[in-house]
Structure formats: structure tokens, C-alpha cells
T-cell receptor
């Protein structure tokens, strides 16, 4: 069965650079969630989208923005990167047909040098 | 707002021994409850969930968890662990009718020793 796809899987950036993380949800899933997991930390909810509209917002810094496109894929844009942004970024998708269970992608590991 | 507490950050146990990973939550509304497992350098995999109905839920690999509303707990148990169960386990909660974003506990590292 198709799973959530995230790209890239690994990304290395310098401080103050920008990064774009992409998430491709499971086909027919209309909701996408982004989570950030720092080293040794639990995942923290950043933001979610339903039918291309932002539905909930968590602890997402103002330097970050995200959107969901017409094909339901989502992109997380990160600017003015800081060392503390180094983390695993997970995307999850769900739909009412999945009983709103969230299916997680493998994550993108971002390292800021 | 909801919160999740996993009291044990690490649980060492010998192979074939029973184990319980504790999870308590706090919420002013009804919730859905989940356990996720994360193997080293991998993503989160759903282990089991409680949405409604029977308070005892089971996974296909021998784990079970029981929702206790009065104690606001959702402890994870397995009667006999295997080396392959070594991983990080996260308890998570989402509030009914309030979006589906998950709030995670701090995680419990289960270390199964031979």
C-alpha cells in the first residue's frame, strides 16, 4: 500500500539559509500534518491543512510557512535557519475514511550547521 | 489544552519478561488515545489506538493497552517481550471534535536485554 512520501530524506543547510520540505500524502487523504522532533525529544505539532486550507496551528515559528497544494501535497518552507532548527520533520496524512488515523512519513532529517 | 505524561523515560527489561509502559493524559474534553513506536532512525508507526467502544485494545504483535477514564491513563503492556521490541514508544492524544493534531508524551525507551 502507498505510504506518505517525504523529500528529501536528509538535508544539510547553513545558518540563515532557507529550506523546503515536501510531503506527499497517501492517495485520497485530504489532511496533512507537520511535526518537528528535536534530538531526544517528542514530536511537536507545527501545523495542519485540510482541503488546502490551514486547519490548526501549533508551535510553528514565524520564520516557517507551509501550504497544501491542489494535488494535496504540502510544503514546509523554512527561512533564516537556526542551529536549533536541526530536527526530524515528520509529515502525516489522514482522511475521514481512515477514521482520522494519522499515517506518518519517514521524516526529513534537517541538519543546520 | 491536552497534555501527556510518560512517567518512565527508560524501561530496561529482560527478554520474555512482561512490561508495562505508563501513560497519563490531561484533557478537559473527550480524547482519542494512541501508542506509536519509533525504531532507531525511522518514522513513527501506529501500534494501537483507542477511539471508542471496548476500553481494551490490542495490536497484532502482542501489545495491549487499556483506557481508564477515571485514572486518565492508557498504559501499554506486553506479557512477554522480544529483543525486537527495543524501541522508543510514544503515547499520544488528540481531542475529539477539536482538530486531529496529536500531542505526544516524552517517550519511553524500551530496552530489551537477552
Amino acid at each position: 500500500a502507498a505510504g506518505v512520501i517525504q523529500s528529501p530524506r536528509h538535508l544539510i543547510k547553513e545558518k540563515r539559509e532557507t529550506a523546503t520540505l515536501k510531503c506527499y500524502p497517501i492517495p485520497r487523504h485530504d489532511t496533512v500534518y507537520w511535526y518537528q522532533q528535536g534530538p531526544g525529544q517528542d514530536p511537536q505539532f507545527l501545523i495542519s491543512f485540510y482541503e488546502k486550507m490551514q486547519s490548526d496551528k501549533g508551535s510553528i515559528p514565524d520564520r516557517f510557512s507551509a501550504q497544501q497544494f491542489s494535488d494535496y501535497h504540502s510544503e514546509l518552507n523554512m527561512s533564516s535557519l537556526e542551529l536549533g532548527d536541526s530536527a526530524l520533520y515528520f509529515c502525516a496524512s489522514s482522511s475521514w475514511t481512515s477514521n482520522n488515523e494519522q499515517f506518518f512519513g519517514p521524516g526529513t532529517r534537517l541538519t543546520v550547521l | 489544552a491536552q497534555s501527556v505524561t510518560q512517567l518512565d523515560s527508560q524501561v530496561p527489561v529482560f527478554e520474555e519478561a512482561p512490561v508495562e509502559l505508563r501513560c497519563n493524559y490531561s484533557s478537559s474534553v473527550s480524547v482519542y488515545l494512541f501508542w506509536y513506536v519509533q525504531y532507531p532512525n525511522q518514522g513513527l508507526q501506529l501500534l494501537l489506538k483507542y477511539l471508542s467502544g471496548s476500553t481494551l485494545v490490542e495490536s497484532i504483535n502482542g501489545f495491549e493497552a487499556e483506557f481508564n477514564k477515571s485514572q486518565t491513563s492508557f498504559h501499554l503492556r506486553k506479557p512477554s517481550v522480544h529483543i525486537s521490541d527495543t524501541a522508543e514508544y510514544f503515547c499520544a492524544v488528540s481531542e475529539r471534535n477539536a482538530g486531529n493534531m496529536l500531542t505526544f508524551g516524552g517517550g519511553t525507551r524500551l530496552m530489551v536485554k537477552p
